[in-house]
């Protein structure tokens, strides 16, 4: 059975264990007087097992686990945003460049047959 007072094991019969008895015959309560017992622990929570702590080995295992993943996922996020930043600035270049002909280019042969077109025509030759 479990004592009422703190919820250790107790004997067989027993109501509280000899600690919770030994602090309440240090502290006695008038007969009546109306008291309030912990609510207990369910047998659950009592026996789970606490976790054992890790050697140093281990902990650096485990926290070069850790790196490895966190270095992983750094670059893919990283790959992520400049794959996008590419796909962005390559948008913005398409924009403001025209679509067609080179206007520069086109310009500047315009201008050189037009010169020779009237070189042509004041001279004579077809």
């Given at each position: 059975?479990?004592c009422?007072?703190?919820?250790?094991?107790?004997?067989e019969?027993?109501?509280?264990?000899?600690?919770?008895?030994?602090?309440?015959?240090?502290?006695?309560?008038?007969?009546?007087?109306?008291?309030?017992?912990?609510?207990?622990k369910?047998?659950?929570?009592?026996?789970?097992?606490?976790?054992?702590?890790l050697?140093?080995?281990?902990?650096?295992?485990?926290?070069?686990?850790?790196?490895?993943?966190?270095?992983?996922?750094?670059?893919?996020?990283?790959?992520?945003?400049?794959?996008?930043?590419?796909?962005?600035?390559?948008?913005?270049?398409?924009?403001?460049?025209?679509?067609?002909?080179?206007?520069?280019?086109?310009?500047?042969?315009?201008?050189?047959?037009?010169?020779?077109?009237?070189?042509?025509?004041?001279?004579?030759?077809?």
């Amino acid at each position: 059975m479990a004592c009422l007072k703190c919820g250790r094991d107790t004997a067989e019969g027993q109501v509280f264990c000899p600690d919770c008895l030994a602090q309440m015959t240090r502290y006695p309560v008038q007969p009546g007087t109306i008291i309030q017992i912990p609510n207990r622990k369910s047998s659950a929570q009592r026996r789970t097992a606490k976790r054992r702590s890790l050697t140093p080995e281990e902990q650096v295992k485990l926290l070069r686990a850790r790196l490895r993943t966190l270095t992983v996922l750094f670059l893919v996020v990283l790959l992520l945003a400049v794959g996008s930043s590419a796909l962005v600035i390559r948008a913005l270049v398409r924009r403001r460049l025209p679509t067609g002909q080179n206007y520069s280019s086109t310009n500047i042969s315009t201008i050189s047959t037009s010169e020779s077109v009237s070189r042509e025509t004041s001279t004579g030759t077809p």
